[in-house]
């Protein structure tokens, strides 16, 4: 990641003394850091509700799914990331394509609802950094807002903060990746990818816990 | 299904259970005991109170889940049975932690691992921290106590391949490695331990000092959560406690008010000193919260010739203890070597990458090995573990940094593990460090490994071992409780879990924790009762 942090970035630090990457690598420096882009991105009009049953996927066929946590400008968000993410893991054909992007959006949402407040904070936090332009633009160094974002340019940055020596880009790519890959290849549907053939059939057949719901 | 399984028929037949989201009005209970926490320590605690007559009431943030549940589903069991949906982590973010928050707690989730507490552990504790009472003669009872009650056993099955892979690297380098000791009953080896054993043959707290517990008229609350410990001059009155949503997330507003004469607490190394820390219990000498430890854990891959199936059969079953004590119980960080099961949820959170790469590498999954170093920390002065404080909406949270010390034992144990993996006939080798390629010889590997930057983040790290930050010790300046978990200041408080561990265990802690808390609610009930 880079080397210098643009002036815009650096006067929102409150010690801009200190050497900047030392200060990022705290966790203190970190908080603080994020903290301040989460109040600006609130005042500047960043979606800061989740995005309930109201979200832009106006292709997706099935709408029944009630988003508690992520907000509209997080799954334009990540819409824009799982392509790069997951990748060649994804259908070539559009409609199966965007149904996978969809579904595994929604699993990232239930699984961070279970994640409690705390980490909850922590992920609005980095949201809001890569939601609001100017960080955006200054931190992430994605220069075009996420929905015009192509899957290579999503992949530069994610290889980015993979290969910064700031610790917390690194632990931002750790986040983020996480999230999206134990969602993707966690699922039955994507089971075929990492070569699992389920919970062996024997078992399935003989336990009770799997009869009482056929 | 409800006649061969022991929870399901104990609703069945009246036990005293309540789900706390549920509850509808504020309410006030009151027993003898009031038991916080229902894993390895609070399971063992309860169900030996309550044989012995005493009222019992045991409270478990998390629900009760039990085999009709148990679907061999990792997303759901991650989100379900684990602490903050299994986003735990190290208040950097640097290392996951792995914990069970659910009725039994870890033992839940846990892989079987059950060893004895190393002698030279004991003996440590002995001479730095006066615990002379808990020397490995006297602690040989309670070690056989609990084996027979968890019906804890080497593994006679031949172990799994990934596992096997660790028996054969040792062996060809000549390295000492053993059979694992497990909690079963009539295993069926299928290698979902960690998503809740479908087929209720793991002897964790849930189907063993739960039930016993209920049996002997315990009640207990799940899905509520301990909010605080209530004093009233200088003994604890009341658990102030919120039950929770359906959710398990969401308290539901409902409070709950809980008296009793005797209080254990046992909700975790994290949890215990969270609870005390939001209760204000005295502390006259600032010891809540610290020297936490973790067995820091890292981590390599191997993709080996042949079909692995590192998601099946039994999870571990074999370690070696070669690099553990063997430089000194005080020396340079020693680790002990085990394997992890690999299920594609887990290995995609656990293998750092994005992207054709990320594609590529879980792919080979049906052939990959996978062998862990835990670090044995907290023995020496480098190694004085973590602290935890609360934040600010009274969730503790831990702050583990990771000192040169134990760098440089995870930078040793990358090598360990490595080489046995290529000893073992490993195609190639990647390291979990956001840095590594796949290595494909033993030399390549040794010069990447030289040259590695160890740092938090790009060295992945992990625990599914929390202890600690309850200490207990002869001298209440540098400890929480006693030998006994007995609080040195609160008369009526006791503490029963992993927490009160004065430095790690240097293995799996479970069965150490259901030892030392079957010893000292032994004691406890006849002080309870006279």
């Given at each position: 990641m880079s080397e210098t942090l643009p002036q815009s970035v650096q006067t929102e630090a409150p010690a801009t003394a200190m050497d900047r990457r030392s200060f990022l690598r705290t966790g203190l420096g970190g908080a603080l850091f994020l903290g301040t882009v989460s109040v600006t991105a609130g005042l500047s009009g960043c979606a800061s509700a989740p995005a309930g049953r109201d979200y832009p996927m106006p292709e997706a066929m099935d709408q029944s799914y009630e988003f508690r946590f992520l907000t509209r400008d997080d799954i334009v968000l990540f819409k824009a990331l799982l392509p790069a993410m997951v990748g060649p893991g994804l259908a070539e054909e559009q409609v199966v394509r965007r149904q996978q992007i969809q579904a595994t959006i929604e699993r990232i949402d239930a699984g961070i609802h279970q994640f409690g407040p705390a980490n909850q904070k922590e992920l609005r936090g980095l949201f809001d950094l890569l939601n609001f332009g100017l960080t955006r633009v200054t931190v992430a160094r994605v220069w075009s807002s996420w929905e015009n974002v192509s899957p290579e340019t999503a992949h530069a940055f994610l290889e980015r903060w993979r290969t910064s020596g700031i610790g917390l880009f690194n632990n931002g790519y750790i986040a983020l990746t996480k999230v999206s890959n134990v969602a993707f290849y966690g699922h039955p549907d994507h089971w075929h990818l990492s070569g699992y053939p389920g919970p062996p059939g024997f078992a399935v057949d003989s336990l009770p816990q799997f009869k009482d719901n056929a | 299904m409800s006649l061969t399984d022991r929870i399901a028929r104990g609703l069945e037949a009246g036990w005293k259970v309540t789900d706390g989201a549920t509850l509808t009005h504020n309410q006030t209970h009151e027993a003898d005991v009031v038991v916080i926490g229902t894993g390895a320590g609070g399971g063992t605690t309860a169900e030996i109170l309550a044989r012995a007559g005493l009222s019992v009431i045991l409270v478990e943030e998390g629900r009760l889940y039990y085999q009709k549940d148990f679907k061999m589903n990792e997303l759901d069991a991650y989100a379900s049975l684990y602490q903050e949906g299994m986003s735990r982590v190290t208040k950097d973010g640097a290392i996951a932690v792995l914990q069970g928050r659910c009725v039994g707690g870890s033992t839940t989730v846990n892989w079987t691992s059950s060893f004895r507490t190393p002698d030279p552990t004991l003996n440590h504790w002995a001479s730095?921290?006066?615990?002379?009472?808990?020397?490995p003669d006297a602690m040989r009872l309670w070690f056989d106590g609990r084996e027979e009650r968890h019906n804890i056993e080497p593994w006679v099955t031949d172990p799994n391949v990934n596992n096997d892979i660790l028996r054969q690297g040792c062996e060809a380098l000549g390295w000492s490695w053993e059979v694992i000791p497990r909690n079963v009953k009539g295993c069926w080896n299928l290698g979902y331990c960690g998503v809740g054993c479908p087929t209720n043959a793991k002897q964790g707290a849930l189907t063993t000092t739960i039930p016993g517990a209920l049996d002997n008229n315990a009640r207990l609350f799940h899905g509520l959560r301990a909010d605080k410990l209530v004093m009233k001059q200088d003994r604890i009155d009341h658990l102030q406690a919120s039950a929770m949503a359906a959710d398990g997330v969401t308290p539901s507003g409902i409070t709950v008010e809980l008296k009793a004469k005797h209080f254990v607490v046992a909700a975790s190394a994290i949890g215990s000193p969270g609870l005390l820390l939001r209760s204000d219990i005295p502390d006259p000498h600032n010891r809540i919260g610290k020297r936490t430890f973790l067995h820091p854990v890292n981590a390599t891959i191997a993709e080996m010739p042949d079909t692995v199936d590192p998601y099946y059969g039994a999870p571990q079953s074999i370690y070696s203890d070669e690099f553990n004590f063997s430089r000194g119980v005080d020396g340079p960080a020693g680790f002990k070597l085990e394997v992890p099961p690999l299920h594609p949820a887990m290995s995609a959170g656990v293998v750092p990458g994005h992207g054709e790469q990320q594609v590529s590498d879980l792919s080979k999954l049906p052939r990959m090995n996978s062998v862990i170093a835990l670090l044995r920390d907290?023995?020496?002065?480098?190694?004085?573990g973590g602290t935890v404080s609360l934040r600010d909406d009274g969730s503790p949270v831990l702050d583990y940094p990771v000192t040169d010390y134990l760098w440089a034992g995870l930078k040793d144990a990358f090598y360990k593990m490595a080489e046995i993996q290529f000893a073992a006939g490993a195609k190639q080798v990647r390291l979990m460090h956001l840095d590594s390629p796949w290595y494909t010889t033993w030399a390549d590997t040794k010069a990447g490994i030289d040259k590695l930057t160890m740092a938090p983040h790009r060295v992945r790290l992990f625990t599914a071992h929390q202890m600690g930050g309850c200490g207990m010790g002869n001298n209440p300046e540098e400890s929480v409780v006693n030998g006994f978990g007995e609080h040195h200041q609160v008369t009526n408080l006791s503490i029963h879990d992993a927490s009160v561990f004065p430095t790690s265990i240097g293995a799996n802690p479970q069965l150490s924790v259901y030892a030392l808390a079957a010893r000292n609610s032994t004691r406890l009930a006849q002080k309870l009762r006279s």
């Open positions: - | 730095r921290f006066g615990l002379d009472d808990l020397s907290g023995f020496h002065p480098d190694s004085p």
